[in-house]
């Protein structure tokens, strides 16, 4: 019997790394004959959110856990992205016998996971890149270095905006977190990891040519001979794996088309205790429809249910201001925790989205042609909250007050534009057409699925098989 070829898919613990690797696994078992092993490193114990997207996968995909790594007390106070990093170097061993004991064509690594890049070479299997953000960040990740060799002091300091080839123009103190300070050990491993991305034969990048051309046509013009990049999004993540019932999604049914403000701050974010009071009093204030995903604040970190399999329930929302659920019973719902995103942005109750800018919520958005409000937490999601904004013009961006905090005003302000304002009709019919170009990128003959077709057969013709 003819054998297919077996894909490696390294992924990195978080649900925003974990959806799209899923997903982009499932498009490639789908359209195209090749066999997918998902390898998942765990921090701790897998979150039941993982546990529920890896039992839905098709029995066409193959899913190995790695042991579960345990990082020393002092480890887990350091951001996310060190714990994550952490895990997979750590988790590099076992990866390592997984590689050894199959005949693998081609291995595709997340970027945390970018080390691992190292064995793939070592046992002559093609190495590969799965990008999970934009092709805006990936072109501030190729030029880090550069960056760092030319200039001396903390990029949120320089007076003039960065222009990195073909992106918009961006002030210092929105580029990635990691960059931020460049005495920390979040910086020091991504200097290190974006030179490790030249070990990658390809990288598969979550965009798409109608969405970030100019930024990719760039990328292309000063890489390409060495380094393909298929750009293979908008990745559709979670419609498939979230068919469950839910109290939101019937909540929705009975609200008027379009009225409702959905909003989430991913699988991670995290507001202070100051800045959900305002949320919430703003939410009120603006008298617009909404459904809200409340975390447990935390004053110290803005990814702090990362760290958490946090399941809140309707009676630990004490730190809401007082007597809020009950005044805006008629308004809206909250939700403890975690809704299925991807179908409440699919209803057609829903006409707004006030979101962290994660890339995944961003192209979920995109796929519904929903506007959104950015207001980006950690992370990538400054740069995505520019793209958006003053690039793409398909999101309102509230200011923050001289306390850090954007206030109940503004908030009330900015929801109001976005659901009923001339300034919403504006990002709304921008968000149309970028939605009516995603549907044509991933048509039959569209540019993305042209790239995952060109990628499928570099695979399928690999010499090692
Ligand atoms: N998500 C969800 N329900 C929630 C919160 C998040 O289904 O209540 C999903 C969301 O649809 C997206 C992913 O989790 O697919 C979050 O990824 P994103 O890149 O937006 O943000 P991150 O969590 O990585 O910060």
């Known amino acids: 019997m003819e054998q297919k070829p077996h894909i490696a898919i390294l992924a990195s613990p978080g649900m925003g790394h974990l959806i799209p690797l899923v997903e982009f696994a499932k ?108 092709a805006f960040t990936l072109s501030l990740v190729f030029h880090l270095t550069k960056l760092d060799e030319t200039i001396s002091c903390e990029y949120r300091d320089l007076p003039e905006p960065l222009k990195l080839p073909g992106c918009i123009p961006i002030h210092g103190r929105d580029l990635m977190e990691p960059v931020q300070d460049r005495t920390s050990e979040s910086h020091k491993m991504i200097l290190h990891s974006a030179k490790q991305f030249r070990l990658a034969e390809g990288i598969i990048i979550n965009t798409f040519m109608e969405l970030e051309g100019s930024a990719i046509k760039a990328l292309l013009d000063e890489e390409a001979k060495n380094l393909p990049l298929y750009p293979v999004g908008p990745i559709q993540s979670g419609l498939s794996n979230q068919v469950e019932e839910s109290d939101c999604l019937r909540w929705l049914d009975n609200q008027p088309h379009g009225c409702v403000l959905f909003v989430c701050f991913g699988s991670g974010g995290t507001l202070s205790y100051d800045q959900t009071n305002e949320l919430a009093l703003g939410l009120e204030l603006s008298g617009q429809k909404f459904l809200w995903v409340v975390r447990t604040p935390n004053n110290e970190s803005a990814d702090a249910t990362y760290h958490s399999d946090q399941t809140l329930d309707n009676n630990t929302l004490a730190f809401l201001p007082k007597g809020f659920v009950e005044r805006t019973k008629w308004q809206g719902l909250v939700v403890p925790s975690w809704v299925p995103q991807a179908q409440v942005l699919s209803h057609g109750s829903t006409g707004g989205f006030l979101s962290h800018c994660g890339w995944n919520s961003i192209l979920e958005s995109i796929m519904q042609g929903i506007p959104l409000i950015a207001w980006p937490l950690y992370a990538e999601q400054k740069m995505n909250a520019v793209l958006l904004a003053e690039d793409v013009k398909v999101a309102l961006r509230p200011k923050t007050n001289k306390n850090g905090l954007i206030d109940r005003e503004e908030i009330a302000k900015v929801v109001k534009r976005l659901m009923v304002g001339e300034g919403g009709k504006k990002v709304r019919n921008r968000m149309k057409d970028i939605k009516i170009a995603a549907e044509k990128a991933l048509s039959a003959d569209g540019s993305s699925t042209m790239a995952l077709s060109e990628l499928a057969s570099q695979w399928t013709n690999h010499p090692g098989f």
């Not at 890896?54 to 190995?64: E, F, K, R, S, Y």
């Not at 793939?120 to 934009?134: G, R, V, W």
Request: with cysteine.
């Open 27 to 134: 498009l490639l078992v789908h359209h195209h004959d090749l066999h997918i092993t998902c390898i998942i490193p765990v921090l701790g114990s897998p979150s039941k959110a993982m546990k529920a997207v890896l039992q839905a996968l098709p029995t066409t995909i193959d899913h190995v856990f790695l042991p579960p790594m345990i990082l020393e007390e002092e480890i887990k106070g350091l951001k996310f992205e060190v714990q994550t990093i952490l895990t997979l170097t750590r988790s590099l061993p076992p990866l390592r016998d997984v590689l050894i004991s199959t005949r693998f064509s081609a291995f595709v690594v997340d970027p945390f996971g970018i080390d691992a890049l190292d064995i793939a070479k070592e046992l002559n299997i093609s190495p590969y890149i799965f990008f999970h953000a934009n």
